[in-house]
C-alpha cells in the first residue's frame, strides 16, 4: 500500500511529462472550464450559507464549555463545512460530466504509451462513459458524504477532533484517486470489478486524490487538476492491470 501511495504521489510529474509529449494539453481546456464553473458556484454558495450552518451548529452543540468560542467560530466553522461538502459534490459532479472527456485522454493516453491506433471519438461511446460517471458518482458521493457526516460529527467530540479532518481528508482523496482510475478501468472491467480493484489498490486511489486535493487548494488548479489526475491514474493503473 505504501508504494502505491508514493507512486500516487509522484505520478502526477510523469504525468506532465506524457502530456507535453504527446501534445494533449488541448484536453485540458473543456473539463477546466466545467471545474471552474462549478467551483465558483459552490464556494459562491459556502459563502452565502456559511451563516445559517453557522447557527445551526451553535444549536446541536451538546457541550456548555466551550460554547462561547464555538459561537465566535460558528460562521467560519460553517462557511469551512460548506465548502468541504462542495469539495465532495464538486469532485463527483465535474468527473461524471467531463466523463466522456477524460475517458477519451485516459484512451489516448493508453495508445499513444502502447503505439496502438487511437479510436475514434463517437456519440455512442460519449453516452456510455457519461452513464457510466453518473453511475460511479453516484455510488462514490453517497457513500463519501455519509463518511465525512459521521467524520465531522465524531470530531465534535474534543478526544477526536484533531484526527477527524485529517480522517475526512484520506476519504475524500480516496474517492477522488478512484474516479480518476475509473477512467481506464471502465475499458476493462464493470463497476463492481473496478470496486474490487480500487480496494486492492487504495494507497495509488489516496496518492493520487492527494495530489488532486492539493491542487484543487491551490485555487488555479481547478482549471487542470482533473486531466493531471486522469493522466496520472492511467499510467499508473495500467501498470497495475494483468496482461
Excluded at 471519438?121 to 453518473?134: A, Q
Amino acid at each position: 500500500m505504501i508504494k502505491d501511495f508514493t507512486d500516487g504521489l509522484g505520478s502526477y510529474a510523469g504525468a506532465v511529462r506524457v502530456i507535453s509529449k504527446y501534445g494533449l494539453w488541448g484536453y485540458v481546456l473543456i473539463p477546466g472550464v466545467i471545474s471552474v464553473l462549478l467551483g465558483y458556484g459552490i464556494f459562491r454558495a459556502a459563502w452565502g450559507w456559511s451563516d445559517d450552518v453557522g447557527g445551526w451548529l451553535v444549536s446541536v452543540y451538546p457541550f456548555e464549555w466551550g460554547e462561547d468560542l464555538l459561537q465566535r467560530l460558528a460562521h467560519i466553522i460553517g462557511g469551512v463545512l460548506i465548502a468541504a461538502l462542495g469539495l465532495v459534490v464538486f469532485k463527483q459532479v465535474v468527473m461524471a460530466i467531463a466523463s466522456p472527456f477524460m475517458s477519451f485522454l485516459s484512451e489516448t493516453v493508453e495508445h499513444k504509451i502502447a503505439g496502438k491506433r487511437e479510436v475514434p471519438f463517437t456519440f455512442k461511446k460519449m453516452v456510455s462513459d457519461l452513464i457510466r460517471g453518473i453511475r460511479i458518482s453516484l455510488r462514490n458521493i453517497i457513500r463519501e458524504l455519509l463518511f465525512t457526516f459521521l467524520l465531522f460529527l465524531l470530531g465534535l467530540f474534543p478526544l477526536f477532533s484533531p484526527f477527524a479532518p485529517v480522517a475526512i481528508f484520506i476519504v475524500s482523496a480516496y474517492y477522488a484517486g478512484f474516479g480518476n482510475m475509473d477512467f481506464t478501468l471502465e475499458r476493462f472491467y464493470r463497476v463492481r470489478q473496478s470496486v474490487a480493484f480500487v480496494r486492492r489498490h487504495r494507497g495509488l486511489a489516496i496518492g493520487n486524490g492527494t495530489v488532486f486535493l492539493l491542487l484543487l487548494l491551490t485555487g488555479v488548479g481547478f482549471f487542470f487538476a482533473l486531466p493531471l489526475g486522469t493522466v496520472a491514474a492511467t499510467v499508473e493503473t495500467l501498470r497495475r492491470l494483468p496482461d
